[in-house]
Each structure stands twice: as structure tokens, then as C-alpha cells.
């Protein structure tokens, strides 16, 4: 009896390539299956979303401040002196730190020293003895328009700015007893008008040096001095 030997070992090794073959070919499959399941898909990663160019924003100017109640007009210090209207009188006015004092003369027997105030807008009401009241406003600084009420009557007068040595000036004393007190306006153009009390009794004053003030009253040498408030 004849061996199978090489016969058996061929059909041998063809059934075992066989077998191998398939077992291969199942584990290939399930093994790229499972490598396509396992792997999730891959999404390419958003594009960034271009920024919008942001245009800088203008920095916010300095705000302006806010405007504020208008400064108040502060009445200047200053001298006045003026006629009334009717030409009987004259006036004077001195203004300083919003506080005025006026004298109103005829250069006779009528005179009357008034003060007050100054309100911003330039009006004043100044007052004296015996209920005299002068009512007035500042014009632009140049002028004071305004009337005066004394002894029943009214006088509306208009005083410019002076000048040195225009103004209002003034010059007490006692003199051998008597009480002396003098009043001046020097008008522009060196007109003057004042009124000498003595002892309550008025009368024309005599003229002063305009440049000095200096004045002689009763045979003595006294110094009149600008007015002011």
C-alpha cells in the first residue's frame, strides 16, 4: 500500500492558504470598518468671521463747559457831575465798590447829599435828609441818567464821567466857633457850583483850586478833598 505523503502535505498546505486567505480577508473588512467608524469626520474648523474693522472712535472733544449766567457787570469806579435839565442845579456822583454818593447843588440855598447803592445793572436809589431821593441809571459806563426829588420838585439831570480835576469834593471845619461845611461840584470845562453851610445857614461857596482843593473859608486856609463813597 502506497503512503499519501507528498499528496496529502500539498492538499494540506492548499486547504491551510485557503483558510488563511479568508481569515485575512474577514479581518482586513471588519478591521477598516471599524477604523471608518472610530474615526469621526474630520469638519475643517470654522473660518474665523473677519472682524469688522472697527474704525476708532473719535475721542470725545473737551466738552465745552456749559455757559454760565452772565458775569455780573460790575459798576466801575468813577466820578460824574452834570447840569439838571433846566439848568438850575448841578449834580455830582462818585461810585466805588457798587456803593454811590451823590450831592446835588444850586449854588444858593438848595442842597441835598444822597447815598445808596449800585445794583449790577446800574441802576441806583440813593436818599438824604428831609426825604430827598436821587433815582438813576449808568449808562455803558459814560454817563448816569437820572432825576433827583427834593423840596417838592423833581430835576432830571444826566452827569458825564469826569476828569480830574472835575468831580465832587467836599471840606469841613470849625472855624472861631462856627461850624463850617462846603460842598463842590467842578464841572467839565472847570465850572464849579457849590454851596457853604454855616451853622445850618447855606450860602455860595467860594471858589477852590481845582488842582489842589485848596480854599479859604472864614479868613481860614482849608483843603477840600475828593468824595468818595
Known sequence: MKRPGPLLTLLAGLLLGAFMLSLNATTGTKSASSYREASPGVTAPPSPTPSSSTTPSASPSPSSPSPSKSAKTVPPHADYAGRTDDDSSAVAVSLRGGKAIAYFCDGHDKESW????????????????????????????????????????????????????????????????????????????????????????????????????????????????????
Open 114 to 229: 444822597l447815598k445808596g447803592d449800585v445794583k449790577d445793572d446800574g441802576t441806583m436809589k440813593l436818599t438824604g435828609r428831609h426825604g430827598a431821593e436821587l433815582n438813576g441809571t449808568l449808562k455803558d459806563g459814560r454817563s448816569i441818567r437820572g432825576t433827583v426829588d427834593l423840596g417838592g420838585r423833581r430835576y432830571a439831570f444826566t452827569a458825564d464821567k469826569a476828569v480830574k480835576p472835575s468831580g465832587l469834593y467836599r471840606a469841613t471845619a470849625t472855624v472861631r466857633g462856627a461850624t463850617l461845611d462846603g460842598g463842590w461840584i467842578v464841572l467839565p470845562g472847570g465850572r464849579q457850583v457849590g454851596i457853604l453851610d454855616r451853622d445850618g445857614r447855606p450860602s455860595a461857596a467860594p471858589r477852590i483850586d481845582p488842582e489842589t482843593g485848596a480854599v479859604t473859608l472864614d479868613g481860614e486856609r482849608l483843603t477840600a478833598q475828593p468824595v468818595t463813597p
